[in-house]
C-alpha cells in the first residue's frame, strides 16, 4: 500500500472516529484498516491515534498530521486530475443525504437524467429529515433546509424555499377562515417539533420587515413533514409548509392557502461539505445539477 493510500486511511478513521466505521465507508476489512493505521504510525514513528472501546480521536501528533494530510491528499488529487479532466467522466461512490420529501418528489424522479449523464458515478442516496453527521457517516455532501449552526462544515447556498400557509376545506368550514395573523388566536395550528432538538416551532410571518412569531394551540404535535401535512389533510390545523410540499394539493382542492399576505420568512438551503478541500468531481458535478435543479423545481 503506498504512503498515499495511507493517508487516505488514517484521513478517514480520524473523520469516523471508528476503525470499523471507517473500514465499512472504505469498502475494506477493518483488519486492514487498523494494520493501515499501525504502518502509518511506524513508518512516521508517532502514535497517532488514542483508541477506547468506544472511540478512537487524534492524539496532539494526530491532529497536526491529520491537517498536513487533507493537504497532500487533495494536492495530489489535484494533480493528477489536472490533465484529464477535461477527457474524462467523473467516477465512484458518491453519498449524499436529503430531506424526505425533497428527496422523494424533486430528486428521485431526476435521478436518471444525472445517472445517465455520468454513467460511472454510483449514488447511495439517504433520506432523512434527521440532521446527520457527514464526518462520521462517510457522507460527501448533505442538502440542509434552514438556518446553519454548524459552523466546521463548508456551505454552498441554494437559494430559498418559499413557504405557504393552508389549512384543509374541512377544518375552514369548523373554525372559519383566519384572515390576519390577530385571528390565529381563534385558530388550531398543527405543531412541528424538529427532529432535532425538539423545539415545537411558533407560527411565523414577516410584517413591515420584521419577523413575527406566535405560538399556537394544537391538539396533535408531528416531527416528520409526512406527518405534518397528513393532519393538515385530515382537518386537524393550519399549518406552515414550503409551497412545492402541498403544491398538488392546492391544485387538487385538498388543501386550501390562508392569509397569503401574511407568510414566514423563506427557508434557505445550502448543500453541506466536510471540508473545503479534498473534493472530488463527482460532488462537484453533482453539487452543479443539485442546483440547477433546485432552481428550476422549488427556488423563488
Known amino acids: 500500500m503506498d504512503r498515499i493510500d495511507l493517508f487516505r486511511i488514517f484521513i478517514r478513521v480520524v473523520e469516523a472516529a471508528s476503525f470499523t466505521r471507517a473500514a465499512d465507508t472504505l ?44 493537504r497532500l491528499v487533495a494536492d495530489v488529487e489535484e ?18 443525504d436529503v430531506p424526505g420529501r425533497i428527496g422523494r418528489l424533486i430528486l428521485a424522479p431526476a435521478l436518471p437524467a444525472f445517472l445517465e449523464d455520468y454513467p460511472e458515478i454510483d449514488l447511495d442516496l439517504g433520506v432523512t429529515d434527521r440532521a446527520i453527521d457527514l464526518v462520521e457517516g462517510g457522507v460527501d455532501c448533505v442538502l440542509r433546509v434552514g ?40 385558530h388550531l395550528a398543527v405543531n412541528y417539533a424538529s427532529p432535532s432538538t425538539g423545539r415545537v416551532e411558533p407560527w411565523e410571518w414577516m410584517e413591515e420587515g420584521a419577523l413575527r412569531a406566535l405560538p399556537m394551540r394544537g391538539r396533535v404535535t408531528v416531527n416528520g413533514a409526512e406527518a405534518y401535512i397528513a393532519c393538515c389533510l385530515a382537518g386537524l390545523g393550519l399549518i406552515q409548509i414550503p409551497a412545492y410540499d402541498v403544491r398538488g394539493h392546492l391544485d387538487a382542492g385538498e388543501l386550501v392557502e390562508v392569509m397569503p399576505d401574511h407568510l414566514a420568512e423563506p427557508l434557505p438551503m445550502a448543500l453541506l461539505y466536510p471540508h473545503r478541500r479534498h473534493r472530488s468531481r463527482r460532488v462537484q458535478v453533482f453539487a452543479d445539477w443539485l442546483e440547477v435543479l433546485l432552481t428550476r423545481q422549488l427556488v423563488r
Open 147 to 186: 438556518p446553519l449552526t454548524d459552523s466546521t462544515l463548508v456551505a454552498r447556498p441554494l437559494g430559498s424555499l418559499a413557504l405557504v400557509n393552508v389549512a384543509s376545506p374541512a377544518y375552514l368550514a369548523r373554525h372559519g377562515m383566519p384572515r390576519t395573523p390577530d385571528d390565529l388566536r381563534d
Open 27 to 70: 469498502g475494506m476489512p477493518r483488519s486492514s484498516v487498523s494494520a493501515a493505521v499501525a504502518q502509518l504510525e511506524k513508518r512516521i514513528g508517532a502514535r497517532l491515534l488514542n483508541r477506547t472501546t468506544r472511540r478512537v480521536s487524534p492524539t496532539q501528533d494526530g491532529a497536526v498530521f491529520y491537517e498536513r494530510c487533507l
Open 79 to 96: 494533480s493528477e486530475g489536472l490533465f484529464r479532466q477535461s477527457a474524462s467522466k467523473p467516477s465512484g461512490k458518491l453519498r449524499v
